[in-house]
């Protein structure tokens, strides 16, 4: 990568028929970095996750992946849906050497060691938790030696204990892998704890983009509870914190 952004977005605007979804919408994203993007259901989160990679096209303004540098946006950009999508009838390691340019076995044991799954490398799809299928669909996503990793409330149906292991795993993969993330949550905190930059959708725009400065580069303590509560004051339309935090997931 050059060195110029991971992703361009400006002016870009996205209809349903009549249903403006997203409009005027201008973001750039630098390699390495990692972002989160919140905002109501329904606000245009997934959507905006879909333009980048060629999955919907926008009706106004431009889209550039990797300073255009890669002969499509899904070159080098991998998504991570909050279903693992897997296929069923191959087994796991088939599931990832699928879409690895290196379809070996090998490599995708490795890519399962990264993930901590060695040992489910000849296990089926059906026989694994709800946290595992999504460790091998990440796992996958990774084999390819993506720069960009899109994730679309990929934790959302895990349960608390597994979720909080999956954000401890997605950050070490974040930082081992030098890449790209773009998280979309409806969980603020997950949002503030992974981010190092918080974007929030309203109306079809971005209306805040707060980033996420603490003393001590990337450990998380209390200190975060502030960008939280700022967040979800905004999104929640109130002037100030209330004394016993009443609101969490949006
Ligand atoms: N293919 C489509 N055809 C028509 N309308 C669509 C289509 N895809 C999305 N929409 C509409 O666009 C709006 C934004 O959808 P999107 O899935 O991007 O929202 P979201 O912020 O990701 O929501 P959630 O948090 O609930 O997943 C919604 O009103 C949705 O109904």
Request: charged share 30%.
């Given at each position: 990568?050059?060195?110029?952004?991971?992703?361009?977005?400006?002016?870009v605007?996205?209809?349903?028929?009549e249903h403006?979804?997203?409009?005027?919408?201008?973001?750039d994203i630098k390699?390495g970095?990692?972002?989160?993007?919140?905002?109501?259901?329904?606000?245009?989160?997934?959507?905006?996750?879909?333009?980048i990679?060629?999955?919907?096209?926008?009706d106004s303004g431009?889209?550039?992946?990797?300073?255009?540098?890669?002969?499509?946006?899904?070159?080098?950009?991998?998504?991570?849906?909050?279903?693992?999508r897997?296929l069923?009838?191959?087994?796991?390691w088939?599931?990832?050497?699928?879409?690895?340019?290196?379809?070996?076995?090998?490599a995708?044991v490795?890519?399962?060691?990264?993930v901590?799954?060695?040992?489910?490398?000849?296990?089926?799809?059906?026989?694994?938790?709800?946290?595992?299928?999504?460790?091998?669909?990440l796992?996958?996503?990774?084999?390819?030696?993506?720069?960009?990793?899109?994730?679309?409330?990929p934790l959302?149906?895990l349960?608390?204990?597994?979720?909080?292991?999956?954000?401890i795993?997605?950050?070490?993969?974040?930082?081992?892998?030098?890449?790209?993330?773009?998280?979309?949550?409806?969980?603020v905190?997950?949002?503030?704890?992974?981010?190092d930059?918080?974007?929030?959708?309203?109306?079809?725009g971005?209306?805040?983009d707060?980033?996420?400065?603490?003393?001590?580069?990337?450990?998380?303590?209390?200190?975060f509870?502030?960008f939280?509560?700022?967040?979800?004051?905004?999104?929640?339309?109130?002037?100030?914190?209330?004394e016993?935090?009443?609101?969490?997931?949006?």
């Amino acid at each position: 990568m050059s060195g110029g952004y991971a992703i361009q977005i400006q002016n870009v605007e996205k209809k349903f028929g009549e249903h403006v979804v997203l409009q005027n919408v201008n973001l750039d994203i630098k390699p390495g970095e990692f972002i989160a993007i919140v905002g109501k259901s329904g606000c245009g989160k997934s959507t905006l996750l879909r333009l980048i990679t060629d999955l919907e096209e926008s009706d106004s303004g431009s889209i550039r992946v990797m300073d255009g540098e890669r002969e499509t946006k899904k070159e080098g950009v991998k998504f991570l849906f909050q279903e693992a999508r897997l296929l069923p009838w191959k087994k796991v390691w088939k599931n990832i050497a699928l879409v690895s340019p290196d379809q070996s076995r090998e490599a995708a044991v490795k890519a399962l060691h990264a993930v901590g799954l060695e040992d489910k490398a000849d296990a089926w799809p059906e026989t694994l938790s709800g946290g595992q299928k999504q460790r091998v669909s990440l796992a996958r996503a990774l084999s390819s030696d993506p720069k960009v990793l899109l994730l679309d409330e990929p934790l959302g149906a895990l349960d608390a204990l597994t979720r909080i292991e999956m954000q401890i795993l997605i950050e070490e993969l974040w930082r081992e892998n030098g890449l790209t993330v773009i998280l979309v949550t409806h969980d603020v905190g997950e949002a503030v704890y992974l981010a190092d930059r918080v974007v929030l959708i309203e109306e079809g725009g971005i209306t805040m983009d707060e980033r996420i400065t603490l003393g001590r580069p990337r450990e998380r303590d209390s200190d975060f509870a502030y960008f939280e509560d700022r967040i979800l004051n905004r999104v929640l339309g109130r002037d100030s914190v209330p004394e016993k935090k009443i609101e969490f997931m949006i």
